[in-house]
Nanobody
Framework: QVQVVESGGDFVQPGGSLRLSCAAF????????MAWYRQVPGKQRELVAI??????TNYGDSVKGRFTISKAAENTVYLQMNSLKPEDTAVYYC????????????????WGQGTQVTVSS
């Protein structure tokens, strides 16, 4: 079994910073990518940032230059969010694409439960 757990969501004023953490636990043989998505009510979930096993990154257009995804400890990534705007308010979800066993070549997507980020004055 695999668990993906996010933390770090909070209430912050515009222009402020926040760091989110995401960790994968359990039957994790290898990780292909870890990514952050966000969603507001009534809208589709959108990609915020993604990092591959070799460290290459990609970002959504609305966060480029403000957010940074990075690897931390094993099976853990951070999302550093700077210059936050009210439109960054959303539930942030982490997705990990994981191979659970040496006996299987299949990678599956695992989602966390989300962490709320609210940017408001």
């Amino acid at each position: 079994q695999v668990q993906v757990v996010e933390s770090g969501g909070d209430f912050v004023q515009p222009g402020g910073s926040l760091r989110l953490s995401c960790a994968a636990f359990g039957m994790v043989f290898s990780i292909n990518t870890m990514a952050w998505y966000r969603q507001v009510p009534g809208k589709q979930r959108e990609l915020v940032a993604i990092i591959s096993s070799v460290g290459s990154t990609n970002y959504g257009d609305s966060v480029k230059g403000r957010f940074t995804i990075s690897k931390a400890a094993e099976n853990t990534v951070y999302l550093q969010m700077n210059s936050l705007k009210p439109e960054d308010t959303a539930v942030y979800y982490c997705k990990a694409t994981i191979r659970s066993s040496v006996d299987s070549q299949i990678y599956n997507d695992y989602w966390g439960q989300g962490t709320q980020v609210t940017v408001s004055s």
